[in-house]
């Protein structure tokens, strides 16, 4: 009876809750976006984003564009949660100093990142999996079954029958690879750019609604641009079915998509990439400050009126 009180009045609570939020404007904001990244990276044709979401509107309809988000909605209240509260129990962990009212260093945050993508990864690794199984229905790359589904459980459950837990966490390695430094780059670029445009605001944590938007989109852009051949290789491994196993692992994905299509395609879909990331981490970083403070400060949200 008192556990939601009591979880709230702590600040591991707040922010566990905060970052529920912004996982959820984070989603619903860029997942059509990110449907199209997915179908970038997986083609052999290097087509635009304009002419894939053309195709896929007058051939699929547009709800295309949201299959599979399900299983991001459904569990990144908890994921993104998780991601924000470990994020702020590790740079506080590793800052040395011992002024809780201080923020954490630059090299604090960085390092907080670096251990947090390494972490989430356990949890996202098999949600992406899902997602990308469902988002490339209907495409040269998923043709297993004639039979299209929007449930990811159904999906799951078909992986799991399959090929077990080593299916449903095939991916797993470059989801690391790829999530933990990019991680590093994606909270330091955040602390750094909101600090630059409103100087003083991590110790006050009073500044714009602009602010927030475009230091949270510089954050994703830039965590993108370091880690985005690695997401190329992760879709392509995750994407593959137990009957048209083509890649053997990631140097055998990385070597074969370079001979077959050069080192451009490890940079497919980097522009709707960014373009979503922008976008996405504005909303995931404003959602998160305004749901913070509104925790910690009873419902009383102060804040700047420029940038």
Known sequence: MDFWPEFLASSSGREFVAGGFGGIAGVISGYPLDTLRIRQQSSKNNGSAFGILRKMVA????????????????????????VFQTYASLSRAFDP????????SYKSVALGGIGTGGLQSLLLSPVELIKIRLQLQNTNQSKESTTTTTSPIKVA?????????RGIYRGLGITVIRDAPSHGVYFWTYEYMREHFHPGCRTSSKESLNTMLVSGGSAGVASWVCCYPFDVVKTRLQGQTLSAIKYKGIYDCFAKSVKEEGYQVLWRGLGTAVSRAFVVNGAVFAAYEFSLRFLFNNGNIQMQETL
């Open 157 to 165: 459950k078909n992986i799991w029958r399959k090929e077990g837990l």
């Open 59 to 82: 051939r699929e309809g547009a709800g295309s564009l949201y299959r599979g988000m399900a299983a991001p909605l459904a569990s990144v209240t908890f994921q993104n949660a998780i």
């Open 97 to 104: 100093s011992d002024s809780a009212k201080d923020p954490p």
